[in-house]
């Protein structure tokens, strides 16, 4: 197979006529140029004769930004107040993204945009750089891509339909190779990790941003956990909480049994010795109520496919998905906040388990918009935490089977 070459970065430049600035803010009240400039941007660009061009040096970096992500500006998914221009310590320019713009960055795998400004008498122009992030291609997972492709269709059918857009060929193949490698570590540490003493334990897992789970925990309704096929989830989280005492016993995991049964019960094991509990993925809403009403967490794996009455089909990297739709209705009739959580491998090979801050309810008259509107919601934070290590999460599982 032929794998074509990725460019190395992407470039976008764009010029600004002074007097269209000029004419703008002549005619546009000051409240309105917010819309298109950020405040940091209008309080840089000062009241005095240069504030045209400085504006329209800006105006110029927004549209140069733009035009490194085509599609997402023509399904105007981007617009160009999800960039601004700010200055670091040396008073070299710099982008300021939405989190629109740190989406479509991370979709692109580019390791971030630089900035260049100039201006002359009657123009202003920038230039805006891109440069793709290295995709690190372990030799045993090229080894194992060629050898031993378990599911590799799958793998690179799943790839494709999220990145297909946005990375080349041969990207996606390597993202595809380095998810191989990550799965011969995730095999390897699950056959190693319970030998490992406590405090070996204790060092191999860092926890991360702990504040937003005591946060959300005190509102004393308890708590559900939204989170997906992680990095190595079961080192992640078994010694991630022994990390966190006073939490033992207070995490219930949802999920699926697994097979065969003797893995099953090994998994359960090793869970519980870390102080987690398993519920099962059917039948328990009676259980999963009392565990909250007592202040417990609810882990919700929420990556997988669901059909039928479990699941509501909502967009996830921009394709229909079924997606469970008990979180979401959890979520609105118990008031127990949704907090989402991922855990990834750093290349130094210890581990982080990280919670984000807790979601708000979207509620709407009509419940069934209310669950579609939540679940969708719940979708598009588990994109971002995919795109933060694309390469450790479970591309391997048939997410989109319709």
Known sequence: MTIKAAEPSSVGIDSVEIARIERLLHDTPEVDLGKLFSAQELLDSGNGRGR???????????EACLKLFPRETALNTLVAADFSVSRDSYGAPQVACSQAAIDAISRHRFSGIKLSLTHSATTASAVALAERAEIRVPLVGRLVYHLLPIRRRVMLGNLRRVFGTSLSEGEIIQL????????????REFLVYPWFSKARLAALVEVQNRAA???????????????????????????GIAN???VRGRFFFLRRPLK???FENLVIQRSRRAGLETLPHRGSLTVILDRLESGNAIVFPFDQHASGRDGVRVEFFGHPAGT?????ILAMSTGAPVVPAASWREPDGHHVLRFEEALPVIQCEDTNEAIRRNTLAYNAVLERLILRHPEQWWWIHRRWKD
């Open 213 to 239: 789970i005591e946060a959300a925990g005190a509102k004393d309704k308890g708590l559900l956990v939204l989170t997906g096929h992680f990095g190595n989830w079961e080192v992640s989280t078994n010694a």
């Open 244 to 246: 966190v005492p006073d």
């Open 176 to 187: 595809a190779q380095a998810h191989y490698a990550h799965l011969t570590n995730l095999v």
């Open 324 to 328: 469970l739709r008990s979180l979401a």
């Open 260 to 262: 065969p049964r003797w």
């Open 52 to 62: 045209a061009s400085s504006l329209a040096a800006r105006f110029a970096a927004k």
